[in-house]
Structure formats: structure tokens, C-alpha cells
């Protein structure tokens, strides 16, 4: 067994200091990127400090102990990472496009409110969304999301309830195809050689059956969420006070917020080689939690593993898929969203917290005891 140093110390109080402390501290939560870019610092700086020979012991090469803690590859993959991956490009491209389309979407959109139900539009927005992420990718289906939901006549209340589970959907549905999110592209690249030979639609054909009933489960339970229409009406583009400043800074918000992710994945690697990588599965999966505050990319890269079994590989990313919608920083969606919407920490976790535990339970249950499953050939 291995014994806790004193950088694992330093690494899990990080963990905790991120869990709680926009809950419990205004400041922080209302500069949450900094916060978490502060917190990816400090996790990569201790990790730094880790001696070699515990690094050697847990079967550290050269190589990876020379890339522990602050080095030239990070600090350039943290620069470049939230643009070659499209992320903070997308936000921007998307950003300037709904601003200035936005009336004619409005307009559309006020006209299909008057003759569809708004439960039969929130049914589809989640359901449709969540699908089809996985082409358009995650940040397009945030985007798109938000600007629907500025328009459905519902209070504040519900439009976050919405949301929350509307970003379920989509984060779970992006990791259909390696397009959709970071987290499956990295899964595909894992798993591309021998035994799997993974190609463009691996995840579709060995995730899909958890995947598409999770989205329009997602989809119901919006219906249910939304309640009796309210008198708020979309707002025209004269009401949006939103300027082209607003767009960039969002933009600039999400670029640190994917950084300050990355940091404290890479920070947190350490611990994770010793800690999780030698566990069960179904322990793995619920430790996976921890997915809602750190980049789940940076898990599936360290965790998945082509010696593992077909449902081991389920299990990980539908933990890791699962929890990431449960707080705010647990994926892109959630970020984009309650930034756009000024969401706050502790709205998202009253339901986002309790939604993911039924959630990943409901899951548990049949990945690991229900011999069904139907896979998928494209």
C-alpha cells in the first residue's frame, strides 16, 4: 500500500479547498476562473515536489518524472490547449455569430413558441442537443442551448433547473464520436490500437445503448421540470444589453477556465497514478466523481487503458461522463452555460449534486448487474 506524502497531502487539500469553496466563500464564486487557474498553480507547483524515488517506485519512467510538476511542455499545452482544441475559437466564432443573428433567431423562436407547446420545445432542445453534440460538438450545443433558453417564457428557477439537465444531455451525448469533446477524442486515441483498433464510431457502437436512452431520459425529465408556462417572453434584441465586449470576455473566461482545468489535471496526475489506477472498476467508477471539478479529459487520458475489458471501459467513461455534469466546472457545457446565464455554484449543485447521484447509480446498476447490453455496428 502506499503511504500519503506530504505532497498528496498538499494535492488533496486542493481537491477540498476546490469542492467547497464556492460554496462557501462570494469572492470565490464569483471569480471562479481565477480561482480554479490559482488552484491549478498550486497543484502543479506541489506536485513538483514530489521526490523521484516515490515517482520511480509507482513506475515512473524518466521520462514522466522529468514531466511532473512545471516544465516548457505544460506551460505550452496550457497556452495552446483551450485554441488547438477549438474550444475558446468556437466560443468566440459562435459568440459573434449569435450576436449578431440574434434577432432573427428570436423571432423565429418566439414564432414556434406560439403554436408548440414549450414542454413538447424543452423535450426536444434537451434530447436533440444532447444527440447531436457529438457532431456539432459540445461548445456549439452550449451555445446553442443558451440562446433557447433566453427564450423559453420560463422563470429563473426553471430555466436553470433546464439547463442543468439539458448539460447532462449534451455531456453525455458528445462522446459519441471522437468530434464531440476532448474527453473522446483521447478515449479513441487510447484505445486505436491492439485489441480494440478503435475508429470514428467505437464509442457510438459500444456506448450508444446507455447513451441515447440517458439523453431522452434527460429529455423527460425537463417535461417535468418545466411546469406551467410563465409570462416572460423572449427577449428582443433591443432587451439584450449583451455587446461584443460581453462576447469577448466570455470567451477570455472559458480560455482560462479550460487552463486552470488542465493545471490541476496535470497537477493531480500524481495522485491519481497512485491512488486510482490500481482499484476495481465499480470503485473506480463512483471515485470517478471527481470528475465535477476536474478536467475529465486529463482522468480518461490517465485512466483508460486498451488491457481493459469492454464493460471496465464503459464503466470509466460513464463515471467520468456522469459526474461531469454535476458541478459547474465538471464540463465545458456547464461552464459556458452558467456563465451565459449567471448561474451560480451553489444553484447548479441543488440539483446538478443529486440529479448525478441517481444518475450514476441508476448506471451502476446496469453496467455492472444487469446483463444487457446491445452494441452498436457503424
Known sequence: MVSPTPVDLGLFAIVLLVLVGPFMVKKIEHNLELFLFIMGVLAVTISGFESES????????????????????????????????????????AGLLFHYGRSYAQNAMTSIIKVVPVKVIVFLVVVV?????????????????????????????TKINLVIIACFSIGLGAVLTPVGEPLSTIAITKLQGEPYHA?????????AIYIIPGCLAMGLLAMFFTGKKASQECLTATEDTEGLRDVVVRAIKVYVFVMALLLLGSGMKVVIDKYMLGISPMILYWVNMISAILDNATLTAAELSPAM????????????????????????????????????????????VPLGLVVMLIYFVWIFFIPFHIEFHL
Open 54 to 93: 516515490v515517482l520511480a517506485a509507482i513506475g515512473y519512467s524518466v521520462e514522466q518524472i522529468a514531466e511532473v510538476g512545471w516544465n516548457m511542455k505544460l506551460i505550452t499545452e496550457a497556452i495552446m490547449e483551450p485554441i488547438v482544441k477549438g474550444i475558446v475559437p468556437a466560443v468566440l466564432v
Open 309 to 352: 475489458s469492454i464493460t471496465q471501459i464503459q464503466a470509466v467513461l460513464m463515471g467520468l461522463l456522469i459526474s461531469g455534469g454535476m458541478l459547474i466546472p465538471g464540463n465545458i457545457p456547464n461552464i459556458i452555460s452558467a456563465g451565459k446565464l449567471g448561474i451560480g455554484s451553489k444553484e447548479w449543485a441543488k440539483l446538478g
Open 199 to 207: 475508429g470514428f464510431f467505437f464509442l457510438f457502437n459500444q456506448l
Open 129 to 157: 442537443l444532447g444527440l447531436v453534440s457529438s457532431i456539432i460538438t459540445a461548445i456549439i450545443a452550449s451555445l446553442l442551448l443558451v440562446e433557447v433558453m433566453n427564450c423559453l417564457p420560463v422563470d429563473r428557477n
